[in-house]
């Protein structure tokens, strides 16, 4: 069974940083996609960043040269650096698991297993 925790979100003010932690398990893909969402209530889900087991990786132009994907494999933990935070980047975040065809960039249709998310509330 594929588990996703997310955790360290909070509160912080415009120009902080925030570091999220997703602990994952459970997952047998051989080409795995991971990445970070973020849902405002009444607005549809946007994807901040995909990586896929290649290190092909893409940002959202929201968070370019702010967020930063990175991952412990022998923690099995996801990570999302958040840098220069905007109120705009308010939102709830979830981290998600998936799978893609060898070598193929990852899509939004690629994640089957979410996490329950953590907030990240930024203040002006």
């Known amino acids: 069974q594929v588990q996703l925790v997310e955790s360290g979100g909070g509160a912080v003010q415009a120009g902080g940083s925030l570091r999220l932690s997703c602990a994952a398990s459970?997952?047998?893909?051989?080409?795995?996609?991971m990445g970070w969402f973020r849902q405002v209530p009444g607005k549809e889900r946007e994807g901040v960043v995909m990586?896929?087991?290649?290190?092909?990786?893409m940002y959202a132009d929201s968070v370019k040269g702010r967020f930063t994907i990175s991952q412990d494999n022998a923690k099995n933990t996801l990570y999302l650096q958040m840098n220069s935070l905007k109120p705009a980047d308010t939102a709830m975040y979830y981290c998600?698991?998936?799978?893609?065809?060898?070598?193929?960039?990852?899509?939004?249709?690629?994640?089957?297993?979410w996490g329950q998310g953590t907030q990240v509330t930024v203040s002006s």
């Open positions: 990586s896929n087991s290649y290190r092909n990786i």
């Open positions: 459970g997952y047998t893909y051989s080409s795995v996609c």
């Open positions: 998600a698991v998936g799978t893609t065809p060898y070598r193929s960039w990852c899509s939004e249709t690629s994640f089957t297993y």
